[in-house]
């Protein structure tokens, strides 16, 4: 029977590589946001409007930077858990980081025309691509190169996967749903994160993954 190695130094290295590039995309996030432009001689109620001018940006860096933090929480998870990294999970993994990093690119996008369709079907269309590639990965390694701990029962991996399933779902629809409101598209996209960040949801997903020592 195959065990955990969780100091197995190809482990290691991904782990590494995945936590820099998820704190260069939060990062990418932080420096993308605007600052409100006050002129010199200017009213509180200026201040106030120039604030309110670059909320927009506010509420896309929130979302994205909670987004992104799910997924490093899962990732966290999952790695815990699994024995190995082979060459193709390596790949997804890659796969995975590439549309992390990607994030802040619609994230200002949106911030900078929340009601445009162009601007809102990308922003959901790239976090979709997201899920998906999360979702491919995990059954990848719980299920097709069965990398995952051993003692991690077949109808918890079905459990978790069906829980993950959930957000590239929300995202798809959020898709469908601007051709007739935008305005349901922005209040998926804030919802998903919202209900992922849930202590009592993360804690769930995460704890049926957790092995205990025997």
């Known amino acids: 029977m195959a065990v955990k190695h969780p100091d197995h130094p190809v482990t290691n290295r991904v782990d590494a590589l995945t936590d820099g590039v998820f704190a260069i995309a939060s990062t990418l996030l932080v420096i993308d946001l605007k600052i409100p ?13 120039s604030l309110l001018k670059v909320t927009p940006s506010l509420v896309a860096f929130t979302i994205s930077f909670f ?4 997924y490093w929480i899962n990732h966290d998870g999952i790695s815990k858990a699994i024995t190995h990294f082979n060459h193709r999970l390596s790949w997804l993994n890659i796969l995975l980081l590439f ?4 994030v802040p690119f619609p994230t200002r996008f949106i911030a900078e025309y929340p009601t445009e369709f162009v601007a809102v079907e990308f922003y959901g269309f790239t976090l ?3 899920g998906c590639t999360a979702n491919t990965m995990f059954w990848y390694l719980a299920f097709k190169a069965n990398l ?10 079905k459990s978790v996967m069906i829980k993950f399933l959930f957000g590239p779902s929300l995202y798809l629809i959020s898709m469908i749903a601007a051709f007739i409101s935008i305005y349901i598209s922005l209040a998926i996209f ?25």
């Open 67 to 70: 987004t992104i933090l799910i």
């Open 148 to 157: 995952l701990d051993p003692r991690i029962k077949m109808a918890t991996r």
């Open 99 to 102: 549309f992390i990093v990607l």
């Open 190 to 214: 804030i919802i998903v994160p919202i209900i992922f960040f849930i202590p009592v949801s993360q804690e769930t997903i995460l704890k049926e993954l957790k092995v205990e020592d025997e």
């Open 37 to 49: 432009e006050i002129p010199k001689v200017h009213t509180q109620a200026q201040v106030i409007d």
């Open 128 to 130: 979709f691509l997201l």
